[in-house]
Every structure is written in structure tokens, then in C-alpha cells.
């Protein structure tokens, strides 16, 4: 059975930075793209950064919204990805899910092409 679970949100203000963690069990790691999606009051869920597996070049891949102030990192050994999230905005907080999928590195950024999903971990970003 896979499990994602994700730790790390929280309350922050503007400028900030936040680390999300997801730790990863009952799949092999290295064979799946990690990414992050997030959810805000209202809105679809929306992409935020993938790694992708090795096997596929293990390259990683940003919302415009994020990219230049977010680093997604995975480890493989200890079956890990992180999402390092600076200089927040208010516009960043919502609810971040760590994902997994084997799907084709063009459909990469589409949640419906994710079969695991966590539980979710609330970013707060609020002076």
C-alpha cells in the first residue's frame, strides 16, 4: 500500500521561507516523478514543481508562479521529497499535496495523471 505523508506547513509571514517534507513508503521510489501540488479556498488544485524519476532524466519542473523562489529535491535512498519554499507570498498559501505518478514526462504537470496522493500540509502566509 502506498503512503505519502507531508510535514513541514505552517503559519509564516510574506518573505518567508518553508521546507515541506514527504516521505514516501510501499512503492519503489526511484521509479516514480515526485511533485507537489496545492490547493487553495476555491480553486482547482493546481502544479507546483515535479521531480521527475531518474529513468526519465530526472530533471525538475516549476509553475511559472513559482519558479526562481521554490527548489524541489527528492532522495532516493531515503525515499524523500522536499519542496523548499522562499520568499512566500500570500498567494502561495493553500494546502500542499505531495504526489506520485509513472505517467509520460508531457502530462508530467497534470494532477489527474497522479495516483498517490497525501493527506496534505497547510501553508499559511499571513503578516
Known amino acids: 500500500q502506498v503512503q505519502l505523508a507531508e510535514s513541514g506547513g505552517g503559519l509564516v509571514e510574506p518573505g518567508a521561507s518553508l521546507r515541506l517534507s514527504c516521505e514516501a513508503s510501499?512503492?519503489?521510489?526511484?521509479?516514480?516523478?515526485m511533485a507537489w501540488f496545492r490547493q487553495a479556498p476555491g480553486k482547482d488544485r493546481e502544479f507546483v514543481a515535479v521531480s521527475a524519476r531518474p529513468g526519465s532524466g530526472g530533471n525538475s519542473y516549476y509553475a511559472d508562479s513559482v519558479k526562481g523562489r521554490f527548489t524541489i529535491s527528492r532522495d532516493n535512498t531515503k525515499k524523500m521529497v522536499h519542496l523548499l519554499m522562499n520568499d512566500l507570498k500570500a498567494e502561495d498559501a493553500a494546502i500542499y499535496y505531495c504526489?506520485?505518478?509513472?505517467?509520460?514526462?508531457?502530462?508530467?504537470?497534470?494532477?489527474?495523471?497522479?495516483?498517490?496522493w497525501g493527506q496534505g500540509t497547510q501553508v499559511t502566509v499571513s503578516s
Open positions: 510501499g512503492l519503489t521510489f526511484r521509479n516514480y516523478h
Open positions: 504526489a506520485s505518478s509513472q505517467t509520460e514526462l508531457s502530462a508530467i504537470r497534470q494532477p489527474g495523471m497522479y495516483v498517490n
